[in-house]
Every structure is written in C-alpha cells, then in structure tokens.
C-alpha cells in the first residue's frame, strides 16, 4: 500500500453495520483493519474476540447503530468492554450513524431521552471519544462529557450538486422549521437563497404538508434533510414543490435509514435523484437507480488522522 501509515499504535477496528464504509476508511488511512471476529451463540448472545495485540493502542473503532440497532448497539458496547480489558490506551469510537439520535428530549410526558441514554452506555462501557457524523440534533454533543467530534455532511452534498452545473436558478429547500439552519448551510455553499415548507405532524411518521415560504416557481429546488427514514416527509415537500412551479426536485440526506414504505413512495415521488451518504450501508434492493450515494470516507479517514495527530478536526469545513 502506497499511502502506508506509519505510526502502528492507531488501530482500526470494524464491527458488522458498516464493514464496506470501514474497508474504505482504513485505505484512506492507510492502515490494515484490526482483526477480530464477532459471531452469536445459539441463542442470540453476542461473542467479541479480538485477534491482535492492541495493549497502548489507539484504537478506532467503526459502527453505524443502524438497522438492526439494539444489535449493533450492543456488539459496539461489547467491543469497548473488550477493548478497555485488553489494555487499549484510547477507545475512539466512530459513529457515521447516531442511532437513537431522534429522540433527544421529552416532546410528550412520560416519554425517555434515549439519545442521552445511549450516550451514558458508551461512556460507562469506556469509550474515550466519539466521532460522529450530522447528529439530529446538534445539541447531543452535550449528552457526553468526552470528547465529541462532530462532523458534516452538507459540503459533501452540496460539491456534488456544485458538479452538476444544474441547468436554472437553485432553491435550497428544508423539508420542515427544525433543518432550516442545514438548508442554510448547504445554500451559502450553492450561493441560493432558501425555502422552508412548513408542515404540521399529526403522529410520528405521519406527515402533513402545510405551505411553502420562500420563492420556487420555475426554479430547481434542492430538498435537504439529515435522516430519511419512511420517506414519507421528503416525497410529500417533492410532491407540493412540483404542484407549486418548481421546474425539478432534487433531494439529499446524510443518512439514508429507508425503513418501511420509503422505497416505494421514493420511485413514485416527484424526486429526480435522491443524493445520500454511505453512512448506512444499503441493501442492495436499495440501491435503486433514483439513489446515488457518496462516501463519507475520505471525510472519517481525514478526521480519524486529525485526531490522531492533534490537528484541528474544524479546519476540515473551512
């Protein structure tokens, strides 16, 4: 390997969610993955064994907490449990997808944080740091009292749509009030100003698609989201842009969860390309035409070295 990196105490490890994403961040590092194997017994107990040396490594440790997430949760929880009893000097967790990052406070009474919840497993298991990419709710940093690497998907969407020199005036557009300040982002970098539908949510999953401020008509509109889960949100704000005059609808999201009826209403959907990451990896009945998706590897290898190093991992989306 050409790009070898040369310090053997930083250690990449993968876990079952995302090993494609993994194998690409250890090239771009340039290291071999750590090896290890992770298998069930019979009745579903998960079994970690680690087969190298990593006593006074830093070790890097990669998984989505994507579906299925209570597994994936818990063969992470286990790793760092094995990884803190082997001596380990930091245990750096690398998190593309922050399962559970949805339900951050108490919308209704009575109801958990489990966001908060699962950063307290971590932190007890002994992870050392976390880095992650595009939290829902960037206030989750505060969830932990480690160190918290946050970082962000849009300059990755937005190159691409930059690439494509799209035929027309752009209109970045956030799907409901919470994105605008995402949307926001992604249209300094497009220079294009911003629309907002604004929609009211019966029930979870459920979406209801209400007006649209800002101006649309006969412009390309860019719908820009973190997470698109039952698609439901998404393909309804494609569906009123195109009924109110915009010329074509594109939309974009750093997680691609696509759970439930998402495929299905995604190829019926006015939406012309839907422009993801590789933060979860997808079924291959996922990858359907309409899908394009980017790696968010060259970004967590880059991010793994800076922190590794002592460099600013800001300076990245300067």
């Known amino acids: 390997m050409s790009n070898q990196y040369l ?15 993994a194998e690409e961040i250890a090239k771009v590092i340039g290291v071999e993955l750590g090896k290890c194997s992770v298998s069930q017994f019979s009745d579903g107990e998960i079994q970690i064994n680690i087969e190298e040396s990593i006593r006074g490594c830093d070790v890097y440790v990669i998984q989505s907490t994507s579906s299925p997430v209570n597994e994936n949760i818990m063969e992470l929880l286990i790793m760092i449990d094995a990884l803190k009893r082997a001596s380990a000097k930091t245990i750096n967790i690398v998190m593309p997808y922050y399962g559970y990052a949805r339900q951050d406070r108490k919308a209704r009474a009575r109801e958990p944080i489990t966001a908060k919840l699962v ?7 002994g992870a050392t740091r976390v880095i992650t990419l595009d939290l829902h709710a960037p206030q989750i940093q505060g969830f932990f009292d480690i160190p918290i690497d946050h970082l962000m998907g849009v300059p990755i969407l937005a190159d691409h749509f930059k690439s494509k020199e799209l035929n027309g005036d752009v209109v970045v557009v956030s ?8 949307a926001r982002k992604m249209a300094e970098r497009l220079k294009a100003p911003i629309a907002i539908i604004d929609k009211r949510r019966p029930k979870p999953n459920v979406a209801e698609v209400m007006n649209i401020v800002g101006n649309i008509e006969g412009k390309i509109a860019i719908l820009i ?29 750093t997680h691609p969860v696509l759970s439930g009826p998402a495929m299905e209403r995604i190829e019926n959907s006015k939406i012309k390309e839907l422009v993801v990451t590789n933060s979860i990896a997808l079924a291959e009945e996922k990858r359907i035409e309409k899908i394009l998706q980017l790696s968010v590897a060259p970004l967590i290898g880059e991010a793994i070295i800076r922190v590794h190093e002592d460099q600013s991992v800001s300076t990245l989306f300067d």
Request: aromatic residues 4%.
């Open 225 to 253: 989201d973190d997470i698109i889960d039952t698609a439901g949100t998404i393909t309804l704000a494609a569906n009123a842009l195109v009924e109110n005059g915009a010329q074509e609808v594109y939309a974009c999201c």
């Open 175 to 182: 799907p409901d009030h919470g994105g605008v300040t995402r």
């Open 119 to 125: 950063a307290n497993l971590l932190e007890t298991a």
């Open 7 to 21: 310090d053997p105490n930083l250690k990449v490890f993968s876990l079952n969610s995302n090993i494609e994403l």
